[in-house]
């Protein structure tokens, strides 16, 4: 499997019913919950949603609390991205300061270049425009 997750269609079926493998891993027998593993406790996930979202984002927190990771909530509206400062300027501090995932979620098809420019720092595509209009058949 690929460093970063950006599109589910660059996973083969068998890369998929692995993940679905694996997250059944994680189901509490008695219940819907998860359980709790403290599996990454030194790895920090940042997560950075340029539009609103409360499922997937709420989903992302949660999973990352449950594998032991330290979780930022990005705060774009009191940000510097809103005096100006670019989307790479921001993540490129953001992997300075030892951000090691980032969950992203952007109005705009922006993460393929993203990926590429930031090597020392993995992305999750949690939906970008371009996923997020539907296919027509």
Do not use: W
Not at 18 to 36: G, H, V
Not at 112 to 119: D, P, Q, T
Not at 125 to 132: H, P, V, Y
């Amino acid at each position: 499997m690929s460093k970063n997750l950006i599109n589910f269609s660059d996973l083969t079926k068998k890369e998929i019913f692995d993940l679905i493998e694996l997250a059944n891993n994680f189901k509490s027998e008695d219940s819907l919950d998860y359980r709790y593993e403290n599996l990454f406790p030194d790895k920090k996930i940042v997560s950075m949603f340029c539009e609103p979202s409360t499922r997937t984002k709420l989903s992302f927190e949660i999973a990352a609390h449950n594998l032991g990771a330290t979780f930022i909530d990005f705060d774009l509206d009191n940000s510097s991205m809103q005096k100006g400062e670019t989307l790479d300027d921001t993540l490129a501090a953001m992997e300075m300061m030892g951000v090691d995932l980032c969950v992203l979620r952007h109005t705009e098809s922006v993460i393929h270049g993203l990926v590429e420019n930031f090597s020392n720092m993995q992305f999750i595509n949690a939906g970008e425009a371009q996923s997020l209009i539907p296919h027509k058949h």
